[in-house]
């Protein structure tokens, strides 16, 4: 199985571990194929993946509900129309559609930037001047994720950009990526997926995951990295 059919078949359950992996200190349920997860007030990483067919709506919904925060739940492409009409029916509509991109860890990209390892609590303040103001709880939660390993690449000795990367059923997921204003444009996030998709292949995963805002800067720099459009992700939140 080559990398692109790996995320195909699997990207969606990967979501659903990375999603958990926030939630640890928080609440997390399981709702037939729905996993949720609830970090904290007002946070991103508040909602709920669905696997398959059988998810268990009224209780998925309550999750939410009982914490004071509106139901958000994020759809594979493959999995869309299993639950357009379900979700149309209950009141959701589409907030956010990101690619899914995927590639095997063989011919990786050469090294770029120097890129090493960060420290939770440096990671986080670094990632917040990368992501900009309001993103401080959620580089907070990002950097005590258990499993997770923090990068940081630095230009001319200075720390300037971000990523983090998890394992899960082989796939290596690569997210919060970033770079702080004034050092953009000179090749940190080239150097942060190659150094990532080493440690990946380092750590016995068979494929690379990573998703993108359409037709953004990101979604160029990991098409060059030699990622392929795998999938999409639909988050539909409910009113």
């Given at each position: 199985m080559n990398?692109?059919?790996?995320?195909?078949?699997r990207g969606?359950k990967?979501?659903?571990?990375?999603?958990?992996?926030?939630a640890?200190g928080g609440?997390?349920?399981t709702?037939g194929?729905?996993?949720?997860g609830?970090?904290?007030?007002?946070?991103?990483v508040?909602a709920?993946?669905?696997t398959?067919a059988?998810?268990e709506?009224?209780?998925l919904?309550?999750?939410?509900e009982?914490?004071?925060t509106a139901?958000v739940?994020?759809?594979?492409?493959g999995?869309?129309?299993?639950?357009?009409?379900?979700l149309a029916?209950?009141?959701?509509t589409?907030?956010?559609?990101?690619?899914?991109?995927?590639?095997?860890?063989?011919d990786?990209?050469?090294?770029?930037h120097?890129v090493r390892?960060l420290l939770?609590?440096a990671?986080?303040?670094?990632a917040?001047?990368?992501?900009?103001p309001g993103s401080?709880?959620?580089?907070?939660v990002?950097?005590a994720?258990?499993d997770?390993?923090?990068?940081?690449c630095?230009?001319?000795?200075?720390?300037v950009?971000?990523?983090?990367?998890?394992v899960?059923?082989?796939?290596?997921?690569l997210f919060s990526a970033?770079?702080?204003?004034?050092?953009?444009?000179?090749g940190?996030?080239?150097?942060l997926?190659?150094?990532?998709?080493e440690?990946?292949?380092?750590?016995?995963?068979q494929?690379?995951?990573?998703l993108?805002t359409p037709g953004s800067?990101?979604e160029?720099?990991?098409?060059?990295?030699?990622?392929?459009l795998?999938?999409?992700r639909a988050t539909f939140?409910?009113?």
């Open positions: 990398g692109v059919e790996a995320v195909r078949s969606a990967v979501d659903a571990a990375h999603l958990s992996r926030y640890r609440a997390v349920g709702f194929t729905a996993t949720a609830y970090v904290g007030a007002d946070l991103p508040n709920a993946v669905l398959g059988a998810v709506w009224p209780a919904e309550a999750f939410f009982a914490r004071g139901p739940v994020q759809v594979f492409s999995d869309v129309a299993v639950h357009a009409a379900t029916e209950r009141g959701y589409l907030s956010m559609l990101l690619h899914v991109h995927a590639r095997g860890l063989v990786l990209p050469p090294a770029g120097d390892e939770p609590a990671w986080s303040v670094l917040a001047r990368a992501f900009g401080e709880r959620v580089m907070q990002t950097a994720r258990e997770t390993t923090l990068f940081a630095s230009v001319a000795g200075e720390p950009g971000v990523g983090a990367l998890s899960f059923q082989g796939v290596a997921l970033g770079t702080v204003p004034g050092a953009r444009g000179q940190v996030q080239a150097a997926l190659a150094a990532r998709l440690r990946a292949r380092a750590l016995g995963a494929a690379a995951m990573v993108t800067g990101s160029r720099n990991v098409a060059r990295a030699g990622f392929t795998a999938a999409a939140q409910r009113r």
